[in-house]
């Protein structure tokens, strides 16, 4: 079984400052990671994915995650928040495992920007 | 930049009675999935579709379910007889690597 904890439900952060979404998970396996953003009444939209390669990858409006295999942690930065940043944010697995299609969501946290 | 689109955007339905949500997902994908979410909270994977046959379905996806790719574009999801637990946000998605999702369908049963 693939499982995805985010520990916070609500992040706060001032605008300037960095932010720091959490994301921890379990799969069997090579895990592919994802986060995904949703604002009011919207869809899921694409941020930034972890395949294979660099640990660090970037993703879009400045957003960036870190994968720590010992850690099992997936964290989503980024440098400079932006009120625009507001909004729910979600990590998602899957595992690199034949027939596995199932991608798996946390809870989600809601991050909100501070003016 | 090609993208899943939904449609309808809003159903209201009576209990019991059938819905057909539809979905046409970016074209050069292969698999193509179903997701619920209630209130604004988890989302909830209903069942993913690969080279036309079911490949995972989740406790969710009992027999009032069923999703069809009838005409090699469209992709749909059917109910058969709604129930109010049934009122959620359904998201279509289709993917090569990444997941792409749709602007969802909101489903209220009264």
């Known amino acids: 079984a693939q499982s995805v904890a985010q520990p916070e439900d609500q992040v706060n952060v001032a605008e300037g400052n960095p932010l720091t979404v959490k994301c921890t998970y379990s799969v069997s396996g090579n895990p592919y990671l994802f986060w995904y953003v949703q604002y009011p009444n919207r869809g899921l939209q694409f941020l930034l994915k972890y395949i294979t390669g660099d640990n660090l990858v970037k993703g879009s409006y400045g957003f960036e995650a870190e994968f720590n295999k010992s850690q099992t942690s997936f964290h989503l930065k980024k440098p400079s928040a932006l009120v625009s940043d507001s909004a729910l944010y979600f990590c998602?697995?899957?595992?690199?495992?034949?027939?596995?299609?199932?991608?798996?969501f946390g809870t989600g946290t809601r991050l909100t920007i501070i003016p | 930049e090609p993208e899943v689109t939904q449609t309808p955007s809003h159903q209201v339905t009576q209990m019991g009675q059938e819905v057909i949500l539809r979905c046409v997902p970016i074209s050069n994908h292969l698999y193509f999935y179903w997701y619920r979410q209630i209130l604004g909270q988890k989302v909830e994977f209903l069942v993913s579709?690969?080279?036309?046959?079911?490949?995972?379905k989740s406790e969710i996806f009992d027999d009032q379910f069923s999703v069809e790719r009838p005409d090699g574009s469209n992709f749909t999801l059917k109910i058969r007889s709604t129930k109010l637990e049934d009122s959620a946000m359904y998201f279509c998605?289709?993917?090569?690597?990444?997941?792409?999702f749709g602007q969802g369908t909101r489903l209220t049963v009264v």
């Open positions: 998605a289709s993917r090569r690597e990444a997941a792409f």
């Open positions: 579709f690969y080279n036309n046959e079911i490949s995972e």
């Open positions: 998602a697995v899957r595992a690199l495992n034949f027939g596995n299609e199932k991608l798996t």
